[in-house]
């Protein structure tokens, strides 16, 4: 047990978008889009120098380009269990599209797979039979110190960019220039168009979670960036305590597969000393937003019978984004990461 974070009975996890991982000489989007070799050892630095600092014992990644990579940085740092299951697209050989996600960890991983949408529920949902996630999810289940297999879940979902763009949907509609109040109109429909994709991906894949509940009954860790909030809007139901929601559940059985923010769960609890303001995790311009999250189920609700750990501190490391110092942080990311502490129930 001598290699748990700072005790035996705590377990750190973690989420961090990576912010175009992508090693030179390719490149990401664009063929101009290339870091030098002292961007990248920079990058390179700044992800090792945030593992070492703040031992996370699991961590998911987003925007993941270089696989390999990462995996070398990790396996260096320490986190010698590693699982990928997809792989972005590449053309001309070099650029380099669709980042996936990765997830690090200093303790077995039992088995990783892809998440994929159930074709039927889909069609329910007035989707395509087809739909895939924008990002594949990855769920991979870690043989935890103390707790047992745990299945931990890293996602992306889908960005604010609409489905389609301003000027497209200006020109098949045929909306000329004076029509100001249609393009705002045009614009707004692009951005929900977005906002049905991610919220279909969460839906899908809460439906995935609750399957593979039913089969193993594992605890449940959530963790990635969200690309939107969860206080009400598409994503509201991933954390929904309506049990009018769900018919012919008893609150017991409700709470088995109900996932909630560990930010509240850390907020509700004897450990959370003040009522703070939640840190943001993302910055457009002036304006913070709050998009990475750690979702947990009923083991680590301590009001819970069957709560095997509970949440002792929520850090979100943000300093690289509030006060940033060029040489070390020019090349870090534009998202904080977000980790939690979980204190082992005795």
């Given at each position: ?129 087809d739909f895939s996630f924008s990002r594949k999810p990855l769920m991979a289940t870690i043989d935890m110190p103390n707790l047992g297999a745990c299945d931990c879940y890293v996602v992306h979902f889908k960005s604010k960019r609409g489905q389609f763009d301003v000027e497209q949907g200006v020109d098949t509609l045929g909306v000329s220039t004076q029509q100001v109040g249609q393009h705002f109109a045009i614009e707004a ?158």
């Amino acid at each position: 047990m001598s290699n748990l974070s700072e005790s035996r009975y705590q377990l750190k996890v973690a989420t961090l978008n990576l912010f175009n991982y992508m090693a030179p000489p390719d490149a990401y989007y664009d063929f101009v889009n290339i870091y030098t070799d002292p961007q990248w050892l920079q990058k390179q630095a700044w992800i090792t120098q945030y593992l070492q600092k703040h031992t996370p014992d699991v961590i998911g990644f987003q925007e993941v380009f270089s696989i390999d990579a990462l995996q070398r940085l990790v396996n260096d740092a320490g986190y010698p269990f590693f699982a990928v299951v997809d792989a972005p697209l590449v053309t001309d050989g070099f650029i380099y599209r669709s980042p996936v996600v990765a997830l690090a960890s200093k303790f077995p991983i039992l088995a990783f797979k892809p998440v994929q949408p159930d074709p039927q529920l889909a069609t329910m949902m007035g989707l395509q039979a087809d739909f895939s996630f924008s990002r594949k999810p990855l769920m991979a289940t870690i043989d935890m110190p103390n707790l047992g297999a745990c299945d931990c879940y890293v996602v992306h979902f889908k960005s604010k960019r609409g489905q389609f763009d301003v000027e497209q949907g200006v020109d098949t509609l045929g909306v000329s220039t004076q029509q100001v109040g249609q393009h705002f109109a045009i614009e707004a429909a692009a951005k929900w168009s977005a906002a049905m994709v991610r919220g279909s991906e969460a839906m899908l894949l809460r439906y995935e979670i609750a399957k593979q509940r039913v089969k193993l009954s594992h605890p449940v860790i959530l963790m990635g960036d969200f690309n939107d909030h969860l206080s009400d809007g598409v994503l509201a139901s991933l954390v929904s305590s309506d049990t009018r929601l769900v018919s012919g559940l008893s609150q017991q059985e409700f709470n088995l597969y109900r996932l909630q923010d560990a930010y509240h769960l850390f907020e509700r609890s004897q450990y959370c000393p003040i009522a703070v303001a939640r840190q943001p995790t993302h910055y457009y311009l002036a304006s913070g937003s709050v998009l990475d999250y750690i979702l947990l189920s009923n083991e680590f609700d301590p009001h819970n019978d069957q709560c095997l750990a509970e949440v002792e501190r929520y850090h979100t490391y943000d300093r690289h984004l509030l006060n940033p110092i060029y040489e070390q942080d020019s090349h870090s990311t534009d998202h904080a990461p977000v980790m939690i502490t979980l204190k082992i129930r005795l």
